[in-house]
């Protein structure tokens, strides 16, 4: 009997496979998305060069400093300098070809110079970018603290560098060698600050990710999280059926040859449990395959997931006994499961909570031991979680079923409706 159940259920799932197809293909998508948005280009290389348009109408000595130290070293690895007039600039902003667009305006380096007041830069941002114009305004910060530094240090000669700038003619070679001089001494007083200075790096090339151990994959990371949340969804979807079995009157007509309902029950959780076997097998192989995911220890990570699909029948078949109605069911357990895998680290690592949530309330939550277990795996730091975890899980679950068996039965005994 119990096998003319799970046929006639599959048949039906067959014939409407939109409710477990959506379930299926939202955390793929919702996987590729943030995978795409938040992790390392395809070419392993990090971000692209930030194409920048300058527009220089000061032309002067400074400015040409500026211009060239933009655009050799470590800096033009990161910036597509584009020197152009302030009409094709504009055009190439509004066309959405570079990112910000920086203007030098005519006057800066004698309003430096001078002391004589403010001087200003004008960056103008493409608002159809996000990332690529903050970064180049932050740039710009660090430009003009510099230059401040520099102002506040040799304001007294700053004038007099002004006039051996604008001669005419020959350079005045002693003005150059006594200004050089002034800015030795200070130089000399400042050593113990800048000799070494204070606050420095070391830049270390290490080997590629694969050489040196396990690689981070971000699709590998986030799919266990969504799945887990998804994984609730089907379950969710397949046990309500026994609802619907009600509201079109099939259940009736079994009740009129066998007494017990234990049997319709019982197809229903194999049929949840049906359901969640085969879409972990589309989330975790199509995902793997799609995203390139190479899942480390297969064997142990079926396992976790065979008891969380135990898990998932068992806990939506208890909240759908208890919610006893179709649409109590629809509203419950969706707010529930959401609520759950917030808490579980669905949405995002739970170790970014609160400290109380984190310390005292995730770690209670079976999603959590599922999620952290196959990510474990994953790591291969994993070998007692995903062990503890398996067994918890299947023993949570198991319970749960029982539990909503006989919450199901007494309450269609009692006459329960859809």
């Known amino acids: 009997m119990l096998w003319n159940l799970l046929i006639k259920d599959l048949s039906r799932a067959r014939r409407n496979p939109w409710p477990y197809l959506i379930n299926l293909a939202l955390p793929l998508c919702v996987t590729a998305l943030i995978g795409l948005v938040f992790g390392p280009s395809s070419k392993g290389g990090g971000m692209g060069q930030i194409k920048l348009a300058v527009v220089d109408e000061d032309d002067s000595v400074l400015s ?4 060239g130290a933009m655009n050799q070293g470590e800096a033009k ?10 009409e094709s600039a504009l055009a190439q902003i509004n066309d959405n070809q570079v990112s910000a667009v920086l203007i030098i305006p005519a006057g800066f380096t004698q309003g430096y110079l001078r002391n004589s007041g403010a001087v200003e830069f004008e960056l103008i941002k493409n608002p159809a970018q996000s990332f690529y114009p903050a970064i180049v305004e932050e740039f710009m910060r660090v ?3 510099a230059l401040n530094a520099v102002s506040r240090n040799l304001r007294g000669d700053l004038p007099e560098w ?5 001669k005419e003619g020959r350079p005045d070679v002693r003005a150059i060698a006594r200004l050089t001089e002034r800015l030795g001494e200070k130089f000399d007083r400042l050593d113990g600050f800048l000799f070494p200075p204070l606050v420095g790096y070391e830049k270390e090339t290490r080997g590629k990710e694969k050489d040196a151990g396990v690689a981070v994959n971000i699709f590998g990371y986030l799919l266990p999280g969504l799945a887990a949340m998804f994984i609730l969804f089907l379950a969710d979807n397949s046990v309500r059926d026994l609802y619907r079995e009600i509201r079109l ?5 079994f009740r009129t040859l066998h007494h017990r309902v234990l049997p319709m029950i019982s197809s229903k959780v194999v049929l949840s449990m049906t359901v969640v076997i085969l879409g972990s097998v589309i989330l975790f192989l199509g995902g793997g395959w799609i995203f390139r995911i190479d899942w480390n220890r297969p064997i142990p990570m079926t396992f976790l997931i065979l008891a969380y699909g135990l898990f998932a029948c068992g806990f939506m078949a208890f909240l759908a ?5 179709e ?5 419950l357990n969706s707010v529930i499961v959401l609520f759950l895998s917030f808490l579980g680290g669905s949405f995002f690592p739970a170790r970014q909570l609160p400290a109380f949530l984190r310390d005292h309330v995730c770690p209670t939550m079976p999603n959590y031991w599922f999620i952290e277990g196959l990510r474990g795996l994953q790591s291969g730091t994993g070998d007692v979680v995903w062990t ?17 068996a006989t919450l199901f039965q007494r309450s269609l005994a009692k006459g329960a409706r859809a």
Do not use: Q
């Open 64 to 67: 040409s400093f500026l211009r």
């Open 162 to 166: 002004l006039e051996v700038l604008e």
């Open 327 to 331: 649409r109590r069911a629809d509203v």
């Open 321 to 325: 006994a208890l919610a006893r109605s």
């Open 249 to 253: 009157k099939t259940f009736d007509r």
């Open 388 to 404: 503890v975890s398996a067994l918890k899980l299947a023993i949570v679950g198991a319970v749960l079923v029982l539990v909503a």
């Open 143 to 145: 430009v003009v603290t």
């Open 77 to 86: 690895k990161y910036l597509d300098l584009r020197f152009l007039e302030k």
